[in-house]
């Protein structure tokens, strides 16, 4: 704990000219004697911390004092900050704050300097449940552990799951998990916002398993949905927000200044169903003809909810 707050005390310096010894003790939730005894500590490691004397005293790291920057240039460090205060919007773990303190106290005009490139995954913050889930996945991942969870599919089937937790990834606008699944005896991607209950087993992993990225790849290569081919024909005005929507989608004129959009998705994924009921009469499905009919069939529900 001592060599964490050591750590923590150096870097929160070599970000800053000159820091009280009371502000030191109120962000490291220690006395004002003990920061000055981990002072002396630092200094003693070798480390060139200074007191400066007066009213707005306090301690500094000597700007002769240079960590090693020569293994990236300003670009870099300004790249690799940008990329960790967008992953600060959209994961709670505390420790991507800190490890984003570090890369600042390497590159100290990263504070001063106005990045023209913002990331915000803010989005992903899908509620406070989702929070929770991710540290106990991420503390379950770092020990080796399975969780059990409730899971519900896409139909509405809620199931009870044991699975050992590979990684998590951000994808498709949501947060899924890659874990071994105990029941089906493989990997499965699970989407976290359809998961429930999520506890730590404390059962340690039954089998060593491959990295995570390797196990993703083969995810992806082995893709079992069901895919279908659609067909829709729309105002030409709309060809900014489908391509928007739809950026795999090959776009076609078609007659009386109309569009014809086609595009290959998964079956029974729900989500760029949602996107078609926004456009609502704006847009006409020409096939699949089961596709037709379900569109029908959920217009009918609608009128009849509403009658």
């Known amino acids: 704990m001592k060599l964490e707050r050591l750590l923590g005390i150096v870097v929160y310096l070599l970000n800053r000219e000159v820091v009280s010894a009371n502000q030191l003790a109120e962000k490291f939730e220690v006395s004002v004697r003990t920061i000055q005894r981990d002072i002396d500590s630092i200094n003693l490691a070798g480390i060139p911390v200074t007191a400066v004397q007066g009213k707005n005293g306090g301690y500094g790291i000597l700007d002769s004092f240079k960590l090693n920057k020569q293994a990236a240039t300003a670009e870099d460090y300004r790249f690799m900050i940008t990329a960790l205060t967008g992953m600060k919007t959209a994961h709670p773990n505390k420790k991507i704050a800190v490890t984003l303190e570090k890369y600042q106290s390497m590159f100290r005009q990263a504070r001063t300097v106005?990045?023209?490139?913002?990331?915000?995954?803010?989005?992903?913050?899908?509620?406070?449940?989702?929070?929770?889930?991710?540290?106990?996945?991420?503390?379950?991942?770092?020990?080796?552990?399975?969780?059990?969870?409730?899971?519900?599919?896409?139909?509405?089937?809620?199931?009870?799951?044991?699975?050992?937790?590979?990684?998590?990834?951000?994808?498709?606008?949501?947060?899924?998990?890659?874990?071994?699944?105990?029941?089906?005896?493989?990997?499965?991607?699970?989407?976290?916002?359809?998961?429930?209950?999520?506890?730590?087993?404390?059962?340690?992993?039954?089998?060593?398993?491959?990295?995570?990225?390797?196990?993703l790849q083969s995810q992806e290569e082995q893709d079992h949905r069901e895919y279908m081919n659609v067909e829709l024909l729309c105002s030409a005005r709309l060809?900014?927000?489908?391509?928007?929507?739809?950026?795999?989608?090959?776009?076609?004129?078609?007659?009386?200044?109309?569009?014809?959009?086609?595009?290959?998705?998964?079956?029974?994924?729900?989500?760029?169903?949602?996107?078609?009921?926004?456009?609502?009469?704006?847009?006409?499905?020409?096939?699949?003809?089961?596709?037709?009919?379900?569109?029908?069939?959920?217009?009918?529900?609608i009128i009849a909810a509403y009658s």
């Open 114 to 215: 106005s990045s023209s490139i913002q990331l915000d995954f803010g989005v992903s913050r899908e509620g406070s449940d989702i929070d929770a889930y991710l540290e106990i996945i991420e503390t379950a991942i770092q020990h080796k552990q399975a969780i059990t969870f409730e899971y519900t599919n896409t139909y509405g089937d809620l199931t009870l799951r044991e699975t050992e937790p590979i990684g998590v990834i951000y994808k498709w606008y949501a947060w899924y998990m890659l874990g071994y699944c105990m029941d089906k005896k493989d990997y499965r991607l699970f989407k976290v916002a359809r998961m429930g209950n999520v506890k730590n087993s404390e059962r340690f992993f039954s089998k060593i398993h491959e990295s995570f990225e390797r196990l």
């Open 239 to 301: 060809r900014v927000s489908v391509a928007e929507y739809f950026p795999n989608a090959v776009i076609s004129e078609a007659d009386a200044g109309q569009i014809r959009i086609c595009f290959r998705i998964p079956k029974h994924e729900r989500g760029w169903k949602g996107l078609l009921y926004t456009f609502g009469n704006q847009i006409q499905i020409v096939g699949p003809e089961e596709l037709r009919q379900e569109f029908l069939k959920k217009a009918e529900e």
